[in-house]
């Protein structure tokens, strides 16, 4: 006869956690704000390609970022610089952010008048895949430098975004990557994943996600 307890404690957390996001996504939709979770690794592009994207939404949907990091705040800088309504979030170590973190935020930001509120997650292709944050959809970066084998790599990742944007295709002649069997990889993880090239430094692509992100929130608030 055992003498002790054994506790399933990350079974717990994510149980906890899940139900937290359904609350809070229950909130969104009652408030009629869109939160996307964009998620990638340090260096993918996400600012630069949030950047590019507000540029193309600004003047139809009010948007509000969050943006997520261990420290520093160089990233809500370069957002702010676009006019959208921005905050920083720091969080102590944690390596992503969950349900209530994320709910700290979207209070923190303020959303009154925000249609389309964004997290940027922190950089990591492994936590923030663990965790539901709330967000009505999941969206992710990958560059071309990664290689095209990360959705072996990181499976979970790729099984739970509904928008991949391959970033940096720019230099794809420079690096050993194919497109084609990368797209085939992660479609095999989830054959309803969108796959967008883009190229967040020229804009290129850019605009078949900004149209992606309108047609989702415009969706989200009827």
Known sequence: MKEY??????????????????????????????????????????????????????????????????????????IAKTGAKVIQLHTGGMCHLDADMTKQGLEGLGTEEVDLAILENVGNLVCPAEFDTGSVKNAMILSVPEGDDKPLKYPLMFSICDVLLINKIDVMPYFDFDLQVCIERAKKLNPDIQVIPVCAKTGEGIKDFADWLYNETKKWRS
Not at 14 to 35: P, S, V
Not at 38 to 66: F, H, N, Q
Request: no cysteine.
């Open 5 to 78: 307890r054994v506790l399933e404690i990350k079974q717990s957390v994510f149980e906890d956690n899940n139900k937290q996001a359904g609350l809070l996504r229950q909130k969104l939709k009652e408030e009629k704000i869109f939160l996307l979770n964009l998620m990638s690794s340090p260096g993918a592009g996400k600012t630069t390609t949030l950047t590019r994207t507000i540029e193309l939404l600004k003047d139809k949907l009010r948007i509000g970022v969050m943006e997520a990091d261990i420290d520093s705040d160089v990233d809500a800088a370069a």
